[in-house]
């Protein structure tokens, strides 16, 4: 029997769990020295912080190891990883002697653990499952796929996160409830609403997802605001230049306060002084203090819209607010006292849950590589670019709308394509993934960024990183062309073309060349769907 494993790749910790087959429940795995737990937070599931320390030469300290060395607060620690590769961040982190991106640190952790299990379980026959967020571009699910070729692993598939924790959620439910899951972790929030079916493929149930959304809020972007606001105080007592030096461990003071607030009304942010001669800061931030700072940032704005997106899914499928059975809180987002009373406020205290919220995802994705059923559909958007000869700019027509079932019982888009020019021997089918209008505005378009001193900073996006994020050329690297024997000339009629969704959410193509009847290509793949 393949080993098998879910990982569920966080931005503030990592979970790994396999499904045990005579249990038939999920086991969470523990990595000696890798994994911690924090019982009194009541976070005893074992995880591995998303952190990664680069000590001299080629020595790395990974998760807990950084914790216990004392070096969360060290320039060369690196953490959030798993943000800043979905946002594609351009930013390089210094390091002594030289600066790495994102991209290459959470390759060095996640590789680091999945070559780890790997050895331990000796296998050369391994399948593993990867969460991703809901609305996660298709990059990320590539880099995640590779990542995990190049560690041996011969088996890879994906599941969004919210999906894999209905899945967990929903073992302990009845056929045919509706209920909705509530994911808020380190970097995004994403919210699904379920049902649980018969399954036909002879399982005991199966998911159906109604509707989902995900929204880039999270723990991660609560505590810049934490540590914007404390950056601000700590300019009035101690003066700008001194509350920059202090940036690294004040940002974990934020991180910790917040998590204080959870167990307590008032605490403390202090960053202890960092040499002789220094002055340290310290200020109060109750409860009370931080909730202001989540309405002012419109926090508890998006949240809402979140929830309101995912509904309005299940609303399209004939189903109703009043028809959820509950509401079922994971990620640590969910243990905030004022995130629990809005979503308490809005469903009603006895529909909401809030148990497990750690391992949910990780064990509802053990339960996905186990081959319980999941029904699911499209969440982003995906357009064809063409070129308007006569207006002399690129357009694009829209070919798989968010919601749309996959694999498709028919064509989900038909057009003819033309030739731009004389000659034209190859036409292109360039396919981009596109955001939702407004999903990444404001405050959010800014990011934490180490400066060679060893300090921190918010920085601004430049406006074209700004609208990078909104469309994505999903076969840049890969282009797909059709072939046109002979060429076509410029305005004539080359392909009729249409394309479908097949069970792997891949898109596919079929063309028929209009100028001789005959069909050139049926269901060829061209890009991978999210």
Known sequence: MPFRVAVDFGTSNTVLA?????????????????????????????????????????????????????????????????????TRSPVRVPLPGRTICYREAGADYLGAILSMLMQEHDQSDAEAVFTIPVEAFEHYQDWVTELAGTAGISRVRVVDEASAA????????????????????????????????????????RCRVLGKAGEEIGGMRIDQLIFEYAQRQGESAIGPAAIKRLSRPLLTACERAKEALSLVETTQITAPPIGPGESGFSIPFTRGDFERLLEENEIFARLNSTLQRALQGAYSRGFEESDLTGVVMVGGCSQIPAIRRALEYRFGRNRVRHDH?????????????????????????????????????????????????YPSRQPVARMLIRATYDGQAQMGVPIFETAK????????????????????????????????????????????????????????????????????????????????????????PVVRLV
């Open 166 to 205: 209905a899945l967990a959620s929903g073992l302990g439910l009845r056929t045919g409830e509706v209920f909705m899951l509530f994911d808020m972790g380190g970097g995004t929030l994403d919210v699904s609403v379920v049902q649980l079916e018969d399954s036909e493929k002879g399982n005991s149930r």
């Open 437 to 524: 209008p407004g999903a990444v505005t404001g405050p959010y378009l800014r990011e934490l960024v180490s400066e060679p001193g060893g300090g921190i900073r918010l920085l601004d996006l430049p406006d074209g990183e700004r609208e990078r994020k909104k469309m994505f050329w999903m076969n840049e690297n890969a282009p797909f062309f059709i072939a046109a024997s002979p060429p076509a000339m410029r305005d004539e009629s080359g392909f009729e073309i249409s394309f479908s969704l097949d069970t792997n959410k891949r898109l596919l193509i079929t063309a028929r060349d209009m100028r001789t009847g005959q069909l050139v290509m049926k269901d060829q």
């Open 18 to 86: 396999t499904w045990d087959d005579e249990k038939e429940t999920a086991r969470v795995l523990e990595v000696p020295k890798w994994s911690r737990s924090c019982p009194e937070r009541d976070e005893s599931t074992p995880h591995i912080p998303s952190l990664i320390h680069y000590n001299q030469g080629d020595v790395t300290w990974i998760g807990n190891q950084v914790h216990e060395k004392g070096l969360l607060d060290s320039p060369s620690t690196i953490r959030w990883m798993k943000h800043y590769i979905m």
């Open 357 to 405: 919220p750690m391992d949910t995802v990780a064990r509802g994705a053990a339960a996905f590589s186990a081959g319980i059923d999941l029904d699911d559909h499209v969440q982003h958007e995906y357009a064809l670019r063409f070129w308007n000869s006569r207006s002399g700019t690129h357009e694009y027509r829209t070919l798989v709308r968010q919601g749309d079932p």
